[in-house]
């Protein structure tokens, strides 16, 4: 299932709504952190919120169960790459079921006021056993560009974290959570090529994921063997029966039966198996910000965050 963020009009606050392929379409509310927030990570069941008034704080909760953390406040300033707005250029969550401990990483290339970058990739990461924020701080020769959907897939396999890059030179850029080292993993043979082609980093089944999205097909790769970077072709989905809404859809979520995508005002629902399409809600106002822009995927959980 996945969690979006509505706004119907510009006057009104924004609500949550919860997508799920059974259930349908539910509400979604965070009312019990007690702040305006703004969803940036999500993972095994736990959501990463940062406060909108007031920017460096961050909350981890499991919206099923109301239960927070509000996580305490580092001492280094906000790494971005637009310094001074206060806000991490990457945001992750990391959630790892077996321990019951999580991770929330806070990166980008440090800027110092009226220069350019001068290469240094900062990281921050929280560590939930141990109550504290760890800081390493790298060089990176290349300057890593980000685009919204790179910032919301931010996916967590392996003890480690990974973010498409969104440069021309696409790859996939990995964090390792045992060892704090960023290393570089290469994307399936062929992907990047032709022109028009929009690339995507999802979760399946506990494996990386990578969807490429053309005008006429959507194919999926799976990364079935992690150590070797062995990518495997699983899907080929024709769009022809939503060509329309192709220019601005948006793969959110997969599993193996199902695939959520999202557009400006819809949520759409691919059924792998019989291989038909279905529309799980639209907006019927006139103003609405991109459905895609805040659309996060999720899963039910009772893994707590104190």
Not at 6 to 12: D, G, N
Not at 34 to 55: E, T
Not at 250 to 269: D, N, W, Y
Request: hydrophobic share 40%.
């Amino acid at each position: 299932m996945l969690v979006v963020e509505v706004s119907e009009s510009p006057q009104l606050k924004s609500s949550l709504i919860c997508v799920d392929s059974r259930l349908g379409v539910s509400e979604f509310s965070l009312n019990f952190l007690k702040d305006r927030v703004r969803i940036r990570a999500s993972c095994n069941g736990l959501l990463c919120c940062s406060s909108i008034p007031d920017r460096g704080v961050y909350y981890v909760c499991n919206p099923m169960t109301g239960d927070y953390k509000i996580l305490p406040r580092s001492r280094e300033r906000t790494v971005t790459r637009f310094h001074p707005d206060g806000e991490a250029a990457l945001v992750g969550l990391a959630c790892n079921l077996s321990t019951q401990k999580f991770n929330v990483v806070l990166a980008g290339h440090h800027r110092a006021f009226g220069h350019r970058p001068d290469g240094t990739f900062v990281c921050l990461v929280f560590d939930s056993e141990s109550n504290k924020w760890r800081r390493f701080v790298s060089f990176q020769h290349d300057q890593f560009l980000f685009s919204q959907m790179n910032k919301n897939q931010v996916v967590f396999v392996n003890r480690a974290l990974h973010w498409l890059t969104g440069s021309s030179g696409s790859c996939v850029l990995v964090l390792d959570l045992d060892c704090d080292v960023w290393r570089r993993m290469s994307l399936p043979n062929h992907v990047s090529e032709g022109s028009g082609n929009r690339i995507y980093l999802l979760e399946l089944d506990g494996c990386l994921s990578v969807i490429r999205i053309s005008d006429s097909w959507m194919n999926i790769w799976v990364l079935k063997r992690y150590e070797k970077e062995e990518w495997s072709l699983v899907d080929r989905v024709s769009l022809r029966c939503i060509r329309g809404l192709v220019p601005g859809i948006f793969p959110i979520c997969l599993s193996g039966e199902f695939v959520f995508l999202a557009t400006h005002k819809h949520v759409l629902l691919y059924h792998r198996k019989s291989r038909v399409w279905r529309e799980m809600y639209s907006v019927k106002n006139s103003y609405t910000l991109p459905l895609w822009f805040s659309a996060h995927a999720f899963r039910s959980t009772i893994f707590t965050c104190r």
